[in-house]
């Protein structure tokens, strides 16, 4: 054994992380990120506390207004935190809510019946990573004001004034030493208070942003609730019911409210939420939603001869191309994970299931021809899918550790731990002979797609297994496809996927489609983590023997401005595509995990991304055509 010493391990090394301190020392733990999803993240805890004030019946106001510094400011008209002193602490109730974990009102169930935030962290996180932030509360006549910084107090409570009004107000400033990005984007609020707007119909919100010369505003109240909810994400689709079908009830003190729309697409969206939280991953809510949907149509179907012959059903045909929401209230919900995705209640279960099926019994009585409709639309996606089972020979993965059956045009890499592998799927034979000739061989596999890949959008399931380019995608990454039994993300072979597309309109296009076929059928990989986009530079700068490379406008501005000290004469390139580049440009730009910049692909929220690809992908123009009109001003054209 070495003699060298070596530092003693005892008591006096073990550190204990007081108030706020392990938040700051370990954000990822408490918001996720520490990139713009957990920025905004931020918003979401303390709006959610309004939100539960609403739940409550005590709130119906909401407003929030990215002031004109960067910091955000979040106002409602509940009750009010509490200011008078908590017995036990010897502090005022407010600060201990924003100065100590795991506080709060939500564990009382006097106080809160039905909440989001359970957990007692989400306000003291956002104080403990702002580097300002100020409270303002209007309670029982009086106003009170108090301030923190990283955390800590700066200003104690104190009494300003008298109000009539009850209410909380927020104003925070992210800090920058925290956060790699500290600017609030529009969009991304807008879509989480259109959604908490939705569910809660007895709400307004108001969203603006006072940062430009001409500020954005947006008021979100819908009166028709989870139903206006539907129409919203099926607005580029065509419906195949005139209005959507709207069940509520309560069970054992569980309320259930379930809104529905079949449409002519071909796949399953279900936007479910417990407590006005997005499950995307579902739980024994959807388990009861699913069972009595496919008990209900196939008990009328059969009762009616509208099913005939041996043919088989499976749950899954009845739900292709519906688009649904379910919004349940659980006193006590059980999260699988601090993440709040999944939920694990087996009472719901059963007091979802009970409500759809007594509700869909009765609404299909009373509508035989929207039933028929309805029975018709499964029946041929009955057909679709058996045909789709005959068609699975074709994408089937054959004996991976041999390399047996993948693609020929695939230039696999040589190392066999997916966790290690990554695959480039690569724009056109030119680019592609590019990275082919650029990449590291041990661990980087290329896929080069001729041409742009079937719109799966518009498409069923037999023919988008007929197109060559989506059977090379399927047979090289290995899991099946969501709409085959065998989809299995164990048997990933990459575990980076990285799309890399030129830097043009036809590009961006591609890049789409490629995107939609893995939001709507392979899913999992997205949430996983596994999806990804390359960043190519767009210019290539070169002075003398001196070049560099810009990723945008800006960067390219920056780099001039520091060429133009000297006297050299100065070049700037405009790369048009990914081929232009020689194999070592395209390693040292894009393809070198030590210099390149990747952008993963995530799903912030379900419905806003549903909604999009819908508009964007699907038949309907209209839609469309105004998403393009509304986004122009943030387009970036090379014409």
């Not at 007895?202 to 989870?226: A, N, Q, S, W």
């Not at 007929?466 to 065998?486: H, M, Q, R, S, W």
Request: charged share 25%; with cysteine; aromatic share 8%.
């Amino acid at each position: 054994m070495s003699q060298t010493s070596k530092p003693e391990y005892k008591a006096s090394n073990i550190q204990v992380l007081e108030g706020l301190e392990a938040v700051r020392k370990r954000p990822s733990m408490y918001i996720g990120d520490t990139s713009t999803r957990g920025l905004h993240h931020l918003i979401n805890e303390v709006v959610d506390n309004s939100i539960d004030e609403a739940l409550g019946g005590y709130c119906d106001y909401i407003s929030l207004t990215i002031n004109s510094d960067g910091s955000i400011t979040i106002m409602d008209n509940g009750r009010g935190i509490p200011v008078d002193i908590h017995k036990k602490f010897g502090i005022p109730a407010v600060e201990l809510v924003l100065t100590k974990l795991h506080a709060g009102g939500k564990f009382d169930k006097d106080s809160y019946k039905v909440s989001g935030g359970l957990h007692g962290v989400g306000v003291s996180c956002v104080n403990a990573l702002s580097k300002i932030f100020d409270v303002e509360i209007h309670r029982d006549g009086d106003i009170h004001v108090m301030s923190f910084a990283f955390g800590k107090t700066t200003q104690p409570l104190k009494k300003v004034g008298s109000t009539d009004k009850n209410g909380t107000k927020i104003t925070f400033t992210p800090d920058e030493t925290i956060f790699q990005v500290t600017e609030f984007r529009f969009d991304i609020i807008a879509e989480r208070m259109r959604e908490l707007a939705f569910l809660n119909p007895e709400i307004t919100v108001e969203l603006e942003d006072v940062r430009e010369e001409e500020p954005l505003k947006e008021v979100f109240h819908y009166e028709g609730g989870i139903i206006d909810f539907v129409k919203y994400l099926d607005e580029g689709r065509e419906p195949l019911v005139p209005e959507p079908m709207y069940f509520s009830g309560e069970i054992e003190n569980v309320p259930v409210e379930v809104a529905m729309q079949y449409n002519n697409s071909y796949s399953e969206n279900v936007h479910s939420y417990v407590n006005n939280i997005n499950t995307h991953e579902g739980g024994t809510h959807i388990a009861g939603f699913r069972r009595a949907l496919t008990r209900a149509l196939k008990n009328y179907g059969d009762k009616n001869r509208l099913i005939k012959g041996k043919m088989t059903i499976s749950g899954e045909d009845f739900r292709e191309g519906l688009t649904s929401v379910v919004s349940i209230k659980v006193p006590e919900p059980q999260f699988e994970g601090q993440t709040k995705t999944k939920l694990g209640n087996s009472e719901v279960q059963s007091a979802v299931e009970v409500v759809v099926y007594e509700k869909l019994n009765e609404y299909l009585e009373l509508n035989p021809k929207i039933a028929k409709t309805v029975i018709d639309k499964v029946l041929k996606a009955a057909e679709a899918r058996e045909a789709a089972r005959k068609a699975r020979q074709l994408v089937q993965r054959k004996s991976a550790m041999a390399g047996m059956g993948l693609p020929g045009k695939l230039a696999d890499c040589s190392i066999n731990d997916p966790a290690h592998c990554e695959i480039y799927m690569v724009e056109g034979d030119s680019a592609g002979g590019s990275a082919k000739a650029g990449r590291n061989r041990s661990f980087q596999a290329i896929l080069p797609l001729r041409g742009k890949i079937l719109n799966v959008e518009k498409a069923r399931v037999g023919k988008i297994l007929e197109n060559n380019e989506i059977k090379a995608i399927i047979t090289a990454l290995g899991v099946g496809v969501g709409f085959i039994e065998d989809f299995d993300i164990t048997n990933l072979r990459y575990h980076k996927i990285i799309v890399m597309t030129d830097a043009d309109v036809d590009g961006s296009h591609i890049r789409t489609l490629l995107l939609t076929f893995f939001y709507r059928y392979m899913q999992p990989l997205i949430e996983g983590g596994h999806v990804y986009i390359a960043t190519p530079p767009l210019y290539k700068i070169t002075q003398g023997n001196k070049m560099d490379y810009a990723w945008d406008d800006d960067s390219r501005d920056q780099i001039l401005k520091n060429m133009k000290k000297t006297t050299r004469k100065i070049d700037v390139s405009r790369y048009k595509g990914l081929g232009e580049m020689n194999p070592e440009q395209l390693w040292e730009t894009t393809m070198n995990p030590e210099t390149r910049t990747l952008q993963q692909v995530t799903v912030e929220s379900a419905a806003a991304a549903d909604k999009l690809f819908t508009v964007l992908m699907g038949d309907m123009v209209e839609p469309r055509r105004a998403f393009i009109e509304r986004n122009s001003k943030y387009a970036n054209l090379d014409i």
